[in-house]
T-cell receptor
Framework: DGGITQSPKYLFRKEGQNVTLSCEQN?????MYWYRQDPGQGLRLIYYSQIVNDFQKGDIAEGYSVSREKKESFPLTVTSAQKNPTAFYLC???????????FGPGTRLTVL | GNSVTQMEGPVTLSEEAFLTINCTYTATGYPSLFWYVQYPGEGLQLLLKATKADDKGSNKGFEATYRKETTSFHLEKGSVQVSDSAVYFCALSQGYGGSQGNLIFGKGTKLSVKP
């Protein structure tokens, strides 16, 4: 089955620890995205990548980092510098030449 | 800059009622417009889209028409079901090159349908 997978579905971390969220797609999409969702605030763009080995900051990149070493994978690291990391994180991908984004199931991160 | 405004929820309806969720946008040129749906605890699913003025997107009984003159893309369904309970997001995209491929989202409208 083609699709976007995010793991794990639920993640708990202690304050001050870095944590990496996984996003994998086998759709052969070029572009990938990370969003953060908080109640009542819709989705906010953290980082995006148009091609392998290239990525750009979105609207709320501070305290986050990403890498894009493979077309299929776009992991997001939430660093200890992120002041309020507890949120629902969504990964998406988009084929080249189209403007529709397709979303993964999300990871709910809770920092204790 | 580009923006999307959609009606605030929550919206509560009885089964078989008519649904309208308003969405208006601000953008230059001719953006593509989308409605996504999010069921509890899940990611977003594309519900429908329209890429040019007067296009009508439709799926699963939902419809929305791209109105350039009123910069609107209102979501409608003639008869809602309990299974339609979800959060609905309106979004726009300016294209697919560089940051133009980024989606601008409204804040979402939560719909609850009672039996």
């Amino acid at each position: 089955d083609g699709g976007i997978t995010q793991s794990p579905k639920y993640l708990f971390r202690k304050e001050g620890q870095n944590v990496t969220l996984s996003c994998e797609q086998n759709l052969n999409h070029d572009a990938m995205y990370w969003y953060r969702q908080d109640p009542g605030q819709g989705l906010r763009l953290i980082y995006y990548s148009q091609i392998v080995n290239d990525f750009q900051k979105g609207d709320i990149a501070e305290g986050y980092s990403v890498s894009r070493e493979k077309k299929e994978s776009f992991p997001l690291t939430v660093t200890s510098a992120q002041k309020n990391p507890t949120a629902f994180y969504l990964c998406a991908s988009r084929p080249s030449g189209e403007n529709t984004q397709y979303f993964g199931p999300g990871t709910r991160l809770t920092v204790l | 800059g580009n923006s999307v405004t959609q009606m605030e929820g929550p919206v509560t309806l009885s089964e078989e009622a008519f649904l309208t969720i308003n969405c208006t946008y601000t953008a230059t040129g001719y953006p593509s417009l989308f409605w996504y749906v999010q069921y509890p605890g899940e990611g977003l699913q594309l519900l429908l889209k329209a890429t040019k003025a007067d296009d009508k997107g439709s799926n699963k009984g939902f419809e929305a028409t791209y109105r350039k003159e009123t910069t609107s893309f209102h979501l409608e369904k003639g008869s809602v079901q309990v299974s339609d309970s979800a959060v609905y997001f309106c979004a726009l995209s300016q294209g697919y090159g560089g940051s133009q491929g980024n989606l601008i989202f409204g804040k979402g409208t939560k719909l609850s349908v009672k039996p």
